[in-house]
């Protein structure tokens, strides 16, 4: 018998479930003319994988691309819950050690949410979602990443205080220039009240 399908609509693409396989498809926008729309679909599909595979390279636990169409990858499915449910503050650390070796690496996440981050029955931890994610190095942007996940753990988790400290430590641990992003985090989130008034 075979296993039901299951279909989420994320912003950039419908990701279905079946079986071992994570089939995450780009959609159409129709808001963009046709040419655009494909190249821009084709090129995010291509950049995506690229991004995985290089994070997966470098001890980042990610799915394992199987296969990439025009607008397709197939993933394997991992078997686990989301860090939303079940994150501690020893889950908190590995997602910091993760991080910093992605950052170490120039890897933008773009949506680092606890959401985006899965604990496997394996207990390891995976990234996935990396439809946002961009290679840059600048304390800029590696503050942003950093800066989302917090706002993350505050939006959803009572512990939150906890669980960024556990995050910082591993985070310093694999990233030399830890302390840099941590005080671009604290002036974001400066920038964020004071536009918040």
């Known amino acids: ?30 808001y963009r003319v046709k040419e655009l729309d494909q190249r821009i679909r084709r090129e995010r599909t291509k950049s995506e994988a690229k991004i995985i595979s290089e994070a997966r390279r470098k001890g980042v636990p990610t799915p394992i691309i199987l296969d990439i ?7 394997e499915r991992i078997d686990g819950q989301v860090a939303k449910a079940v994150i501690d503050e ?12 992605l950052h170490r690496n120039g890897i933008i996440h773009g949506d680092l949410t606890t959401s985006n981050i899965i604990v496997g029955s394996d207990n390891r931890i995976y990234f996935i979602d990396f439809g946002l994610a961009f290679i840059e190095s600048s304390t800029e942007a590696q503050g942003v990443d950093v800066h989302v ?25 694999t990233f030399a220039r830890a302390a840099q992003v941590l005080t671009r985090v604290e002036e974001i989130e400066r920038r964020g009240r004071y536009v918040e008034r």
Not at 7 to 13: I, K, P, V, Y
Not at 90 to 101: K, N, Y
Not at 150 to 169: P, V
């Open 1 to 30: 018998m075979q296993a039901p399908h299951e279909q989420f609509q994320c912003a950039e693409a419908i990701v279905e479930l079946q079986d071992e396989l994570v089939y995450k498809r780009r959609i159409e926008k129709r």
């Open 69 to 75: 169409d025009e607008y397709e990858l197939v993933m």
């Open 90 to 101: 020893g889950i908190s650390e590995q997602i910091g050690e993760f991080v910093g070796i």
């Open 149 to 173: 996940f917090f706002q993350s753990l505050k939006g959803t988790h009572e512990a939150h205080e906890r669980l960024k400290e556990a995050f910082i430590t591993g985070y310093k641990r």
